[in-house]
């Protein structure tokens, strides 16, 4: 059964906390995006990885930091440089940069 | 940068109204995506435009792109309650260029 994982589904933490979010496929897609998801709100790019071992930031970038060690994972951490991390966010992928994203069950972060 | 931008924000109908939201690109684009997400899920990918003018439909959504290629629009005719969640329009610049996603539209239909 392909597609792409994200776990945990919620997720508390304590302000101060790093926190790191999963994220894994299985359709041997290039492409792996992380996006974050305000209540009302559109899709705000964090980071991608076009490649393993390579990725690039995106619009809002800081307080966040990723690896993409295999083809197939590419996890999240949320830092407490994060000013304001509590949303839900989103990892997708696709077969290569640009091409339709699928997308992850999502990850809803409360930090307190 | 390129700037994405979709209206309306909300949309609210009753069942059986047409609904139409737009999307307007800052830059020419090579092709446009529209996803949809339900309430409380994640956005499922709905269909890629690539051509001046093309028009392509599903079912009761039909799908549009400039001809300058700059702006798409998404029309849904007799809405369902189904059809209820927010509609993003995505956009590319160049051909492998990332995507710069609008805010969205959401969609509620009253039965």
């Known amino acids: 059964d392909g597609g792409i994982t994200q776990s945990p589904k919620y997720l508390f933490r304590k302000e101060g906390q790093n926190v790191t979010l999963s994220c894994e496929q299985n359709l041997n897609h290039d492409a792996m995006y992380w996006y974050r998801q305000d209540p009302g709100q559109g899709l705000r790019l964090i980071y991608y990885s076009q490649i393993v071992n390579d990725f690039q930031k995106g619009d809002i970038a800081e307080g966040y930091s990723v690896s993409r060690e295999k083809k197939e994972s590419f996890p999240l951490t949320v830092t407490s440089a994060q000013k304001n991390p509590t949303a839900f966010y989103l990892c997708?992928?696709?077969?290569?940069?640009?091409?339709?994203?699928?997308f992850g069950p999502g990850t809803r972060l409360t930090v307190t | 940068g390129q700037q994405v931008m979709q209206i309306p924000q909300y949309q609210h109908v009753q069942e059986g109204e047409d609904f139409t939201t737009y999307c307007n690109s800052s830059?020419?684009?090579?092709?446009i995506q529209w996803y949809k997400q339900r309430p409380g899920g994640h956005p499922v990918f709905l269909i890629q435009?690539?051509?001046?003018?093309e028009v392509k439909k599903q079912k009761r959504l039909t799908f549009q792109f400039g001809e300058a290629k700059k702006n798409s629009s998404l029309h849904i005719t007799a809405t369902q309650t189904t059809d209820v969640g927010t509609y993003f329009c995505a956009g590319q610049e160049t051909s492998g260029s990332r995507l710069t996603f609008g805010e969205g539209t959401q969609l509620t239909v009253n039965p």
């Open positions: 830059t020419t684009l090579s092709n």
């Open positions: 997708a992928s696709s077969l290569y940069r640009g091409y339709e994203q699928y």
């Open positions: 435009l690539v051509k001046s003018g």
